[in-house]
């Protein structure tokens, strides 16, 4: 393959926590580390655990065990722990006390500091108040907040009294609401009245309490009052005013069995009901270590902004992160890209924000439209990395962000994997080169692997399904109230391991490539290709600003493309038949479409990756399953009325689709 993009420099990676991990352990680079992690994940699991100093009350006899098989293992046989104790009683008595946790901007541009010391108060004041309540140890309380400072302390404040956190997306109507109650079992949730979203006010309280009525288990909803000033509306509520600072808590945090479950989070299947994943006190502290800590190299000192929800799996992760690891969590109201278009880079240059996190698809948008990232002078001198997450990359969107935001100097470390397994797989670090689009390696531990139908593994420059051969420690534990689905689902498409749903591939030097999700697999002439490619080729036309594709039934071929754009220009006259005459010359004639389609925008989920199998089933006329993720379900609609109009077209028909 060509030049590397970027390369670390010795000095870089000399600064690393990951270096002085490996130093500690006589190891000499990061492939070392994968190949010990993997062969011996006893020695690994408990390395990693006191490196961090990740604390336990009670000592762990064996930090894994395995006698129920591969599906079902055990972490940290024992101990006694408590994540809020973890990544906030830690700083007391040291110079991060008094320091940023927690810095909030309003889309007005004010802005909210809270010290660790704060947080702490705040998480004190919460769980008094749950306590009083009769909340406790295994009831399940939603956590339906925008991200605001109290988010943080809720999601604290809740696993610190034993109890399961479920966080919600903030933008939840009533219906997913129901769903996510009554399937929990939850007893209580916590909300404020409403959020600024682009300038307009948001619901929230109203939608809880219309959802209560259908959720008889919900017994409490516990009302964020952030001015003062705020009166019950139902019997249901308990005030949590946090107009005037906390005293210092008042009780010590109880400890709890390691794999006592703190999170009970929903990720959306393919059909059926969301599946409810399930993480522990043990889990989620270390997992969140080897990510950001191990991986990521965010350390104390550095200053994280990541605009995410605590309904997706990134809130819950840089609120434990961030605080587990002394670092401060920038955080906005509202969208990166209101009242500006640049505005999280403003953002970044206002906070000396040193660590960003961003998709492609934001970085899409901003081509797009033009705008300068930069202009007016932003600084972005103290940056030192980019994360990307969410829908793989073009290499255009890529090579365009690395030039223009990172000035070829700041690293992209992507980063993907999955709510099941509470956070990555695949993972950049400073200690790998970058390509476009490429990763660093597996997050060490998991035994990943890219593997045939048989899970024979595969050589460099092959595509095939993503897994991991050996339990990891942040991996969910079963499925909340249906472990027979847990085990198909994930250990039983190809026995033995674990299926991520990612089609993947590793190049000669080491790097690792995602193609998109395996049941998005088109296979043409015989041939399985995932859409990344196939999109980044429409989008490197110029003439379409994204593109999603899908594969459909065909009577000759067997299957066929489906590409739906968003086209760059009003006047579409002529242009299907452009990007199918630049497909068909790209890849050769069998992927010339069969249909393609001009939508205004794609269905997308709350971290913007494309939903792709809901653009086959309205193609196909087909019952959409589980919307509940989608970020604007207005696009379902949008697109209902494209395919209405658009005909399907041969290869040798003018394919000039019908402007919608």
Known sequence: MGQFAWEPSPELVAATTLSAFLAQHGLADQQALQARADSDPHWYWDALIRFFDIRFDTPYGNVLDESAGVEWPRWCVGGTTNIAWNCLSRHENTALWQGDAVVWESEKGEVLRWSFARLDAEVARLAELLLARGIGRGDVVGLYLPMVPEAVAAFLAVVEIGAIVMPLFSGFGRRPLVDRFTDAGAVAVVTCPSFQRRGKAVPMHQTVLDAAAEAPELRHVILLDRAGGLEPVSPLDALWCTAEPAGPRRRRPEMFPAETPAMLMYTSGTTGKPKGTVHTHCGMLAKNALDMGLCLDVKAGDRLIWMSDMGWIVGPKISIGCTLLGATLVMAEGTPDWPEQNRIWRLCDRHRVTVAGIVPTAVRQMMRSGVDPLEGGLDLGQLRTIISSGEPWTPEAWSWFFDTVCRRQVPILNYSGGTECGGAILIGTHHRPLRPSSFGGPVP????????????????????????????????????????RYVQSYWRQIPGVWVQGDLASRDDDGLWYLHGRSDDTIKLAGKRTGPSEIEAALIATGLVDDAAVVGIPDDIAGSALLCVCIAREPDRNGLARQLSDALARDFGAPYRPKRIVFASDLPRTRNQKIMRRVIRSIALGQPAGDLTSLSNPQSVEDLQTAFAGAPAFSSGADASAPSH
């Open 445 to 484: 531990g998991g035994g990943v692997d890219i593997v045939d139908a048989e899970g024979n593994s595969l050589p460099a420059g092959e595509v095939g399904e993503l897994v991991l051969r050996r339990p990891t420690i942040g991996a969910t534990r079963g499925l909340w109230r249906d472990p027979e």
